[in-house]
């Protein structure tokens, strides 16, 4: 039974625990699942971007989220898409680690560069570096004060000041103002409540639950909710103005991630929910595990310090990863303790890391899918996506079998536990494509041309002096990815005066073969020079194009052919097949042979090209699916197939052939087609493109979003 018990320090009765309340029962939390899809690519995860998200803030206007690149800028109303806001524009540094509003519509953000003002979509004054470290938060005050809490502890600007330290140095994680003013810091190793210069430290031996404070809510009148972790475990913290209390969640002890708050409403985030959570009123009852004594704070008037501007090398910070909560023991005794409630909630879906209250939402950061409001209204997704390309997917797989898939914006991330996480690039390269090739993933990239230091005739050696020379024009590098490397296998020269727009077509064939579509800007505008082919052992690069000869300039074997491809299939030994608007292009055997509407492409433009076994080659036309078997071309497919318009083809280790078009994904399994939409569980019916992956995971390309269907024993391990 409950029993009721008063507590003068509050304002309301708080319900005392006694017998065990009912555990909070959950669902087991599963990957959505399309029951019309074959069971090896029924489970549905969807992707929008690969920003990893680090705070987020509302002004009247705009909503800030800062991101690893830059930081991106929302209405606070309607669905226009968002402002970025990075190193063109003037932030200090691409890295944005924290947000906080100064004066209404006046923002400092903080980058691993220093401190910079925001204001509406555009970058002001870059201000004074803080001393912190590596910053965790910023916050701002009424009075124009702004705090910076990082990994060398707390500094405080008042108004027209300059950067002081305050207090003791502490790796700061975490902070909250209460509404009468005083502030609640978290640090790795306590928490502090702070009145103007008064400190007041809680610690694990002065009452704390758990030394690691990961988030905490100031509640007013001395009283703070705080998530607390140990080394193996967290516990929700309550201190009710005179003592601590820590407890755990019957029938949960997933992580959790934070706590957040929507005006008055209290909620404990998990990676899939949202629970809310009171002092009192109704629910699951909270079980008190430990309770301390009575005003066990440590407490003293916080040391100001100036700062020098030289502050030594930055510690880098360590991500600590959200622990379980805690397990209620069995047997485990009754502890007098103000009653917490907490209730099932709803179920959001997605992969949250990040908790924070922003005004009248809370904002939770999902992987791989940008931000997700929650109001009393309802839900609202933020997302740049920056992984949903207009036409088409640049997914790979490497020597290991992991997934390796480049954004629309070029950046490179990997799919890891069934999420894609951003990798950094070859330094000082700027990377343009991704394919698949005998060694596994690829990577090209643009790169300065640099030749060696020029060499003392008497002595042969360069003198300690002498530095690289970075000549005119650039180089194009093949790169295999390594399991923490990449290793430059072939490079190819670009002639002074021509610049590199981008490289729709990238490809790499047995004995590591690179072959190179790229289109050269001019003026503005960009043409296509048909393909640039290299070996690693050759130095000398072949130039495919119209016009092409054979002894001319374009080098050995040069064949002529159409300018602009648009996909390119290595997978037949000894030929390259090319799409064009003038058909199929074959390339091998010394010849290059294009197959339009007079030798069998129905509708002449060909979108995408897959080379299957047994000799067959599928062709995306303009005028439907059809293949190029025994020197013939078939277009007579079933009407249902020729209906979904494909556009795009894929096939997985097995043969099977996978098409992509307005109409839904068509499957082949070797006797029969399938056309699979909305109906059957896709989350979407138009699709642009589609590819497969070495673990077997077919990924669809919609309007807007990137959905990857299938099961590995990595995503089925990996759910919450």
Known sequence: MLRHLPILALSISLLLTGCPPRALSLPATTPELAPGLPQAIRAVRRFEDIDAVRDVVRSAEHIYVATDRGVLVYPVEGQAAPVRLGLAEGLPAESVLALAELTPGTLVAATEGGLVELSGTQVGDVLADSPVGSIAALLGQDDGTLWACGSLGVARRQAG???EFFGEEAECTTMAQAPEGDLWIGTSRGLWHVEGDIVREHTDSHGLPLPYVRSVLALGAGRALALLEGPGESRIGYFDGERWYGYAVPGLERRAIGLARRGASLFLVTPTRLLPLSVGGEGVALVALSRSDRFGALSYRARLRSIDSEHGPLPTPVLREPRPLAAIPPNHPDIAAPA???????????????????GGFVAVADANRGVLLVSDAGTRRLSSQNLVDPIQLSIASDSLGRTWVMSRDHRLARLRGGYLQPVEGPVGQRILALANGPGGAYLLTEAPHVAAAPVDPETGTAPESAEPVVQAGTRLIV?????????????IAIPPGEVVDSVPVFGVAEDEVAWVCPRFGIEGQTRAVGCLVAHREAPVVTHHHRGATRDGEDGPGALSMPDSVTTIDLNERGMAWLSSVEGAVRVGESQAVIFGE??????????????????RVWIAAAEGLGYFEDHEFEFRLPGVVQAAHIAR????AEGHLYGAGHGGLVFWDGSAFRVYGEPEGLPFSALRDVEVDAAGHVWILGEHDVAMLGQSQETRASTP
Do not use: C, K, W
């Open 649 to 652: 083809l894929a096939l997985d």
């Open 161 to 163: 000041g300059v950067f």
């Open 598 to 615: 007079a030798r069998g492409v129905r509708g002449e433009v060909v979108s995408d090209i897959a080379a299957g076994s047994a000799g």
């Open 340 to 358: 917490l409630q907490i209730q099932p909630g709803e179920v959001l879906g997605g992969h949250f890391y990040l908790a924070r209250s922003a």
């Open 479 to 491: 790169s295999r990815i390594l399991q923490d490397a990449f290793e430059t296998r072939v490079e």
